[in-house]
C-alpha cells in the first residue's frame, strides 16, 4: 500500500466495514479481525452464524486480497538499494511491518484450525508468515494470531500460528514454569529465556483483554488510579512475556470519553489500540506514538 504510514491501530470487527481489509489498510492499520465459522468444508466470515453468506470466504476477503497484494509489492525486490529478498511487507513505506490477521474461530477449535492451516499454505510456502524458528520469532509480511475457540495445544505444536493469550492471566503463578524446564541451550538464546512462562513468543503474539475485566472498572465515568495501575500492571505482564498487550470493549462514544480512554491506554503503554472508527484512528496522533517515541 502506498504512500500509507503504518499505525499501531487494530481493525476491531473488521469484515463489517464497506471494504473489509482494503478500508483497514488504507487508514494505516497493522491489525485486522475477522470471526471465522468452518460450514460445509470452507470458512466463513462473519458476526454471527445469522450474518453468513456463500461469497463472504475468508479465502476470499482476506487470503486471497492478500496474497495478491504481497505478490505486487515482492515483483521488484529491490526498494532502492535494499534488498527485501521477496519479503516486502503490505505498507510501503515501511516494509517491514508485519500485517497481523487476528481470527477468531467460532465453530469446534480442532476442526477450524486444522482447516485454517491448511487454507494458510500458499502464503506460508511463499515465506510470508511469521514463524517461530526453534529460538526466535521471525517477522513476516503476514502474522495470523487466533482467538475464540482456539485450541492451545494445537497451537502450540505448530510454529506459523500464535495465539491470543488471556491477557488477565498472565498475573497468575500458572502461567510461570520453572527456569529448569527450559532447555539449557536456549535457556539465553535470544527470545527463548521468555519460554518459562506458559505464553510467550514461541506461541502467542498478543495478550488481550476486555478492559474493564483488566482494570477492574465498573464504570467509565469514574476511573480511578488504583484501576489505571491495573491496566500498567497488565501492560507491563505483557512486555515481559514479549507479547503485544491489547484491549477491546472500550468505549465507543461519546467520542469525547473514547479519547479520554485511548489517552489512558497510550500513556500506560499499551501496544495497540482496538478501533471501530478508522477515521478517528487516522486523525490526530492516534496511533503514531510509537513513532513519535522513536523520533520519527
Keep these: 500500500m502506498r504512500n500509507v504510514l503504518p499505525v ?19 487508514s494505516g492499520c497493522i491489525s485486522v479481525e475477522a470471526d471465522v465459522w468452518l460450514l460445509e468444508d470452507d470458512l466463513f466470515v462473519g458476526h454471527d452464524a445469522g450474518s453468513l453468506t456463500k461469497n463472504a470466504t475468508l479465502k476470499s476477503m482476506y487470503l486471497e486480497p492478500l496474497e495478491k497484494m504481497l505478490r505486487t509489492a515482492n515483483t521488484n ?16 513505506m515501511e516494509p517491514e511491518q508485519t500485517l497481523v490477521l487476528l481470527v477468531d474461530l467460532k465453530t ?9 492451516r491448511e487454507q494458510l499454505e500458499t502464503l506460508r510456502n511463499a515465506g510470508w508468515l511469521t514463524h517461530w524458528n526453534g529460538t526466535h520469532r521471525s517477522e ?8 475464540g475457540n482456539a485450541p492451545f495445544d494445537m497451537i ?27 532447555s539449557p541451550t536456549l535457556a539465553f538464546e535470544g527470545d527463548a529465556r521468555l519460554l518459562r512462562y506458559k505464553y510467550n513468543p514461541s506461541n502467542s503474539w498478543y495478550a488481550s483483554s476486555n478492559i474493564k475485566a483488566a482494570g477492574s472498572i465498573s464504570s467509565f465515568f469514574s476511573i480511578t488510579d488504583p484501576q489505571i495501575e491495573n491496566l500498567a500492571r497488565h501492560v507491563r505482564l505483557a512486555e515481559m512475556r514479549g507479547l503485544k498487550s491489547r484491549y477491546w470493549g472500550t468505549p465507543r462514544w461519546p467520542r469525547t470519553l473514547r479519547d479520554q480512554i485511548w489517552q489512558v491506554l497510550l500513556q500506560q503503554g ?16 492516534w496511533g503514531r506514538w510509537k ?4 523520533g520519527s
Design 108 to 116: 469446534s477449535g480442532a476442526e477450524t484450525f486444522v482447516k485454517l
Design 270 to 285: 499499551t501496544s495497540i489500540l482496538n478501533v471501530d472508527d478508522l477515521r478517528a484512528a487516522r486523525k490526530g496522533s
Design 8 to 26: 499501531p491501530c487494530h481493525s476491531h470487527n473488521d469484515y463489517w466495514r464497506r471494504t473489509p481489509l482494503y478500508a483497514a489498510i488504507a
Design 77 to 92: 525486490s529491490q526498494i532502492g538499494n535494499v534488498s527485501t529478498d521477496g519479503n516486502q511487507g503490505i505498507f510501503s
Design 291 to 294: 513513532k513519535l517515541d522513536r
Design 140 to 147: 513476516r509480511p503476514i502474522t495470523v494470531v487466533v482467538s
Design 156 to 182: 502450540t505444536a505448530n510454529d506459523t500460528i500464535f495465539f491470543d493469550a488471556p491477557l488477565t492471566a498472565l498475573a497468575s503463578e500458572e502461567d510461570r514454569v520453572e527456569f529448569d524446564d527450559v
